[in-house]
Each structure stands twice: as C-alpha cells, then as structure tokens.
C-alpha cells in the first residue's frame, strides 16, 4: 500500500532563491490527497544518511512564504560528493521509511546523485520517483536556458561593478573583482550589465572559457588604464593558463585544495591579490585594489532578482507535477520562450549528470576580454525588475582665472 510520503533535501552552495523551490515543493505537494506527509532532510544527503528528518506537512503556509522569500538554504546544506556506496545508503534509508518520492535541489553533483539513487532503486524494484530540481549561480547546468539562483546573483555581481565603477572613476586607479566561476564564466560575465555610458567598467572581462595569459593582461591593462586614466577588471576565479593550470596555483607561493583535491578558488582572496601585485609591480601603477566576492555573491538578502524568485517556485511546483502525474524520473529543466518566457521540461537525468555548462562562444567577444550584445539581450529580462540606474553631472566648466 502506498506511503503517501516525499523526501526533499538542498545541496551545494546555497542561493538567494532555493528556499522558494523548496516551499514550492512543500507546499504543491500538499495540494495532492495522495501525499501524506512532506519530510524534509537536514543538511542535504549527509542528513538522509543520519535519518535527520524534519516534517514539513506541520509547518504553515504563511511561514514556508515567509522562509522562501530568505535566501540560503533553509533545510541546510552539504559539500558532500556521494558515490555509489553512499548512496546505496541513501536509497536504503529512503527505502526504510517508505519515501515514493525524492526532491533533491542542488546543481552538477546533485543531479548525479539523484541518477545513481533512481538506478539503485530501479534495480531493486521498489517504487521511487526521483526528481532533481535545478539551483546553481553558476548557471552551468546542461539542458537549461539558465538556473535558478543564477539571476539573482548576476543582479548583485552587475550592481556591485557599477557601484565599483563609481568609485573607481572618482579615485582613479585600477580595480580588479574576482567572482566565482571555476569552468563557466556566467556569473563573471554578469559584470558587463553593469555598464551604462561607454567609458564606464569593467573595461575588461576574464573569463575560463578563454586561456589567460599574463603578459597579455597587463598589456590590456596598461592599453585601458593610458587611454582611461583608470581600468575596472571583472575576472573568473576559474582563469587558467593553456594547459588548463589555475592562474591562482601558477601565481601563489602555497596552493590549498579543496575536500575534493580542486585548487581552493573561493575560499580566499589570493587571485585578486595576486593580480594585483603584478599589476604594480610590472606597469609600476600605485593605486592599484583587488576584491574577492566570495559568498556575498549567493545569499546577499537585499538583490534579489524577482524573475528568479518566480521561477525557482515554479520549478519546484513543476518538479511534484512532473513526479505525481509523470511516469520517470528526471531533471526539471527552463526553457526560454518568446522575449522572455519560460516553459518547463522533465529533461533524463543522465542528460545532465555530471556534465558542465560553458558560455557558448557567441556570449564572448572576439578579443575575448568583453561580452557580446547577445548575452546582454540573454541576461537583461533575468535581472528582473527595479535595476538601480547611474548618472552623472553634465556641469558646465567655469574658466580658469590663475592657471590657463
């Protein structure tokens, strides 16, 4: 006889938005006479794995709205890659307390997870409908026009370079952000959309799809900084030389790794640094500041992009659709229609597990050190609505009377 009972857990980095596809969950889920209680899992598969289970089914609908609208993941979240021994014990703790359906929203890794789970539980015979519900500011997800979480923290990265812009045009210098992005530049490339007159930064855009080589940096650094008198940098933590060696390990004295052996690229603030060093060490320029973003990037609670909020309810509404009327498992996917619309797909899981998203090549100018107006045309209607905007004075200069 049938439980009646689902399973939903986040994964990975948290986003401005993941809370809304967990309520959308929650609360869809409830609207089913079928369901009968709504588990939620603590810290994503580490708390399937220790049975730390919290009900959803008590919580009200006024607080899980109140809770979507807060970014980060409310259920907490792991860094925890399973394989298959894991999650051979993850299908057997779902198994143990007769769960028929799993949510699990996450990116890359959680999306393998949910293939490997929804393969073990096939071959056991026992009924159990997986979905992976889409979340990633790296917006590197195979199958998707973009991700959720992904607009929102391009909307911050856009409005943080404009605001360094102003800053950086008042005291003139160079200013280099590093924002997160290990193989796809998205979220780096966000930076040009904070642009409004043609002078404004960030004056060059590095990003991993391209090689990075030093010396050509600092000569487009010095080409900008003498034609300027200044020279905003948006950079990728992901830039790596032609072999595919991370800049940050060529450059750094140590190198530290990540639980997975990844040269630790986020965590610190050393490829700003860096870059920086040899800015005035080689172009012999005094002002010179590095930022790294870091985690303001994915949970900064007052830029949230209301296209983003929408969607990542949406698909995780559309996930219980898909799993209480579909027949297989899958990955909900978005899919752009018209100017700006969306629709929603059930894509296989195998179709995006463990596979990576880059920005295609018509995102990138030639020179590879800008975007095209195409991506512009791509990520404006994402940012949503309410974008600040920037201006200047248009003054009229007052003759000299002492010095002509």
Avoid at 278 to 294: M, N, P, Q
Wanted: charged share 25%; proline share 4%; net charge neutral.
């Amino acid at each position: 006889m049938p439980s009646g009972k689902i399973l939903v857990a986040q994964g990975g980095g948290p986003t401005a938005v993941i809370n809304q596809s967990l309520a959308g969950v929650a609360l869809e889920a409830r609207r089913f006479r079928d369901v009968t209680r709504v588990y939620g899992a603590l810290h994503g598969v580490r708390g399937i794995v220790n049975e730390d289970f919290v009900d959803l089914t008590q919580e009200t609908s006024h607080n899980l709205e109140l809770v979507a609208a807060t970014p980060s993941s409310a259920l907490g979240s792991t860094r925890d890659k399973p394989d298959a021994k894991y999650c051979q014990e993850i299908f057997q703790v779902l198994r143990a307390h007769q769960i028929e359906h799993f949510f699990y929203i996450g990116g890359n890794d959680s999306s393998d997870t949910v293939r490997i789970v929804s393969e073990q539980a096939r071959q056991a015979n026992y009924p159990l409908r997986c979905i992976h519900i889409p979340k990633t500011i790296d917006n590197d997800l195979v199958g998707s026009d973009h991700t959720p979480g992904f607009p929102s923290a391009a909307r911050f990265v856009a409005q943080a370079f404009a605001g360094a812009n102003l800053d950086n045009a008042a005291l003139p210098g160079v200013y280099v952000g590093v924002v997160m992005g290990r193989h796809a530049g998205f979220l780096t490339a966000a930076a040009a959309l904070g642009k409004k007159f043609p002078d404004d930064g960030p004056h060059l855009i590095y990003l991993p799809e391209r090689t990075f080589v030093l010396e050509q940096f600092l000569a487009d650094v010095k080409a900008v900084y003498q034609r300027y008198g200044r020279c905003v940098v948006a950079v990728s933590e992901g830039i790596h030389d032609a072999s595919g060696e991370p800049i940050a390990s060529l450059l750094a004295k140590e190198v530290e790794r990540d639980a997975h052996g990844n040269v630790q690229l986020s965590g610190n603030g050393a490829l700003a640094d860096l870059l920086c060093d040899e800015i005035k060490a080689k172009l012999g320029i005094k002002r010179v500041r590095g930022d790294t973003f870091g985690y303001l990037q994915r949970s900064f609670i007052g830029c949230v992009s209301d296209v983003d909020q929408r969607e990542a309810r949406e698909v995780g509404e559309k996930a219980v659709q898909f799993a209480m009327w579909g027949e297989r498992c899958g990955s909900v996917a978005i899919k752009r229609t018209g100017y700006y619309s969306v629709d929603y797909d059930l894509l296989e899981l195998s179709a995006v597990a463990g596979k990576t998203r880059t920005m295609e090549d018509e995102f990138i100018s030639a020179s590879g050190t800008d975007v095209t107006d195409a991506f512009r045309l791509y990520l404006r209607p994402l940012l949503g609505s309410g974008m600040p905007d920037a201006f200047r004075l248009r003054a009229a200069a007052v003759p000299k009377v002492l010095k002509r």
